[in-house]
């Protein structure tokens, strides 16, 4: 590719300017990894044995004859303690003048992945993830089961530079009564042609070959033609489906496989660095424009946002998606040969 371009986001119906010139200066890229752990002060409200300063859990695997709120436990939900939503907060639009507000109506819960501290996702086995991943699935279920709520994102903060506040490895679900307008790239594809973007996107990589990173027998995994990120790679189920809660049991698994190959291979690669994952899916409880498929986003955080980011909204990478994927497949085929 030329010095730079600048590539259309069809999910976002956003444009991305592919600066792979900007990586030469020295202070753009990397962002250093040596101090963007989040430090342990000497004590983790998330850690076992301190369940008596957190909410009361939500839903927790434990070992046979441990108690409900105490040790014992291999996976835990339990309420955001400092949620900005609470469920008992009633719903409402209201105006001021030309501006608009609503009340903060939503959930905010916090799931612990492991009890061991210093244990980050892409360290645990196959397994274990797979526990994670079923507890992700069962609580959106459970989310969604609420008439009220209209839309569920779980996500990852990983390291300082990704939003870390606590160093204990886990994840968060929110669940809100409004559907944001962040895929109207994506509803309007489906609006236009009838088709979903995502299967064609599926489609072209796949023929394409230069973002692929890998594909198993139901996932497939890309660089976007469109990274926002350096290094933005995403987890597409290969067939059609909308809804994060209603993957198949028997996929959990390789799910959950394809998720720890590739964070491995990217914390190795880029040098343990701060990272986001998003899990994106179609709303609940309400009928929804067309087009949605729900995947993983995963990027890490090696950029800090500019001026002209800010400005102009246009995310500026300056990694191409195309070396993204080439550096990451070998680095996967590597620890796998």
């Known amino acids: ?33 040596q101090g963007t752990a989040v430090k342990k002060s000497g004590f983790c409200p998330f850690c076992e044995g301190n369940e ?45 003048g030309i501006y608009s507000y ?15 501290h210093d244990t980050e996702l892409h360290e645990n086995s196959a397994e274990k993830i797979s526990e994670v991943v079923a507890m992700l699935k069962a609580r959106h279920l459970s989310l969604a089961g609420d008439e009220r709520i209209k839309f569920i994102q779980t996500y990852k903060n990983k390291g300082l530079f990704a939003g870390a506040s606590l160093g204990h490895s886990h994840m968060q679900t929110i669940a809100l009564p409004y559907v944001p307008d962040e895929f109207r790239g994506a509803t309007e594809y489906a609006r236009n042609s009838g088709n979903c973007l995502f299967c064609h996107m599926i489609d072209q990589e796949r023929k394409d070959g230069s973002r692929l990173v890998y594909e198993s027998e139901n996932f497939i995994v890309f660089c976007p ?54 899990i994106n899916s179609a709303p609940v409880n309400v009928a929804h424009e067309p087009g949605y498929h729900w995947y993983i986003e995963i990027f890490p955080r090696l950029i800090v946002q500019a001026g002209v980011e800010i400005a102009t909204g246009y995310h500026m990478n300056p990694i191409s998606p195309e070396w993204a994927a080439e550096t990451l497949k070998a680095s996967i085929e590597g620890k796998s040969g």
């Open 1 to 33: 590719m030329s010095a730079s371009e600048i590539r259309k986001d069809l999910v976002r119906d956003n444009w991305v300017v592919i600066a792979t010139g900007r990586a030469i200066k020295p202070t753009d890229l990397p962002v250093p990894a």
């Open 52 to 96: 008596m300063v957190t909410p009361p859990e939500i839903l927790a695997n434990r070992i046979p004859g441990s108690k409900e709120n105490g040790p014992g436990w291999t996976a835990r939900t339990i309420p955001n303690k400092f949620s900005a939503f609470s469920l008992e907060t009633p719903f409402k639009t209201e105006t001021n």
């Open 102 to 116: 609503m009340s903060g109506f939503g959930v905010h819960e916090v799931v612990l992945e492991t009890p061991e």
């Open 225 to 278: 033609f469109a990274s926002r990120f350096a290094h933005e790679t995403w987890i597409l189920p290969k067939n059609h489906g909308e809804d994060f809660g209603k993957l198949p049991e028997e996929n959990v698994a390789e799910l959950s496989i394809v998720l720890k190959m590739v964070l491995e291979s990217m914390v190795g690669l880029l040098n343990d660095p701060s990272y986001n994952i998003i």
